[in-house]
């Protein structure tokens, strides 16, 4: 049984960082995309970032590139996103993905198969 359990949201000023981290268990991700998608409210759910556990690959939504950072540790079975120089519409429940999914449609929240249950994350202004 696969889980993804989240871990390190909070509240943070403008402009402070935040280290998220998404635990893996169930199986070998290896043939995997991971990826962090986000919800703020009244919104709909947006792509983050994603990283093909394999060979490392990773892909930024443009709201985010040259903040964060998504990275994996192969032996704890985790996935990072460090968020730096955090703005107050980077508030939002953050969810961590998975699935076997094709690096084409990593940005997609609809092939991704497993999802945790999420990590509030707020940035005051």
């Known amino acids: 049984q696969v889980q993804l359990v989240e871990s390190g949201g909070g509240l943070v000023q403008a402009g402070g960082s935040l280290r998220l981290s998404c635990a893996a268990s169930g199986r070998t991700f290896s043939t995997y995309v991971m990826g962090w998608f986000r919800q703020a409210p009244g919104k709909e759910r947006e792509f983050v970032a994603a990283?093909?556990?394999?060979?490392?690959?990773?892909v930024y939504a443009d709201s985010v590139k040259g903040r964060f950072t998504i990275s994996r540790d192969n032996a704890k079975n985790t996935v990072y996103l460090q968020m730096n120089s955090l703005k107050p519409e980077d508030t939002a429940i953050y969810y961590c993905a998975a699935g076997p999914l094709p690096w084409r449609l990593s940005g997609s929240g609809t092939s991704y198969t497993y999802w945790g249950q999420g990590t509030q994350v707020t940035v005051s202004s």
């Open positions: 990283l093909k556990w394999s060979g490392g690959s990773t």
